[in-house]
């Protein structure tokens, strides 16, 4: 689209996936001359006179371009500085959102309806615990040696919710 500024110029639209989310602000001493902003989630940069915005949504905005392969290049160096962010461990790989549902969370519970942690069921429990309501160390049997197993899973699960 033509840029705002100048129209001889273009300004660029495009989308990282999966979304930076969090890891943006981490990132912002790996560009000299950008700056996080919490109030936008976004990571604003500017090299010469273009400017790049990467969204926590994954948006990425760029404006003042000259052409289809200084923005193309512009991408491909901000994509490989990212990626070898993540790879040398500077920055957490993003993760897509993964939709989670109660009885994935269920099939991994003692479903013994114990009440320890002071829920009716273990399938209520499984709905409170993917909406914060409660936390995964209030089902005391799965601290038995038995099921170990079923709390990693769990534990990996609740990541995504």
């Known amino acids: 689209m033509p840029c705002i500024a100048d129209s001889s110029k273009f300004r660029v639209i495009a989308n990282v996936a999966p979304p930076l989310g969090g890891t943006l602000k981490i990132l912002?001493?790996?560009?000299?001359r950008g700056r996080?902003?919490?109030?936008?989630?976004?990571?604003i940069m500017q090299k010469g006179e273009i400017i790049t915005t990467i969204y926590g949504t994954g948006k990425v905005t760029?404006?003042?371009i000259k052409n289809e392969g200084e923005a193309g290049e512009a991408l491909k160096n901000l994509r490989n500085t990212i990626n070898e962010a993540i790879a040398k461990g500077i920055a957490p790989a993003p993760r897509e959102k993964v939709r989670v549902e109660p009885m994935e969370i269920y099939k991994y519970l003692p479903q013994t309806n114990c009440g320890k942690c002071s829920e009716q069921s273990?399938?209520?429990f499984a709905i409170k615990l993917m909406s914060g309501e409660v936390s995964l160390d209030k089902c005391t049997p799965l601290k038995e040696p038995g099921y170990?197993?079923?709390?990693?899973?769990?534990?990996?699960?609740t990541a995504y919710i």
């Open 36 to 43: 996080y902003s919490d109030r936008i989630n976004a990571l």
């Open 148 to 157: 170990s197993t079923n709390q990693e899973h769990l534990q990996v699960l």
């Open 122 to 124: 273990c399938y209520t």
């Open 28 to 32: 912002e001493p790996l560009f000299p």
């Open 62 to 64: 760029m404006t003042m």
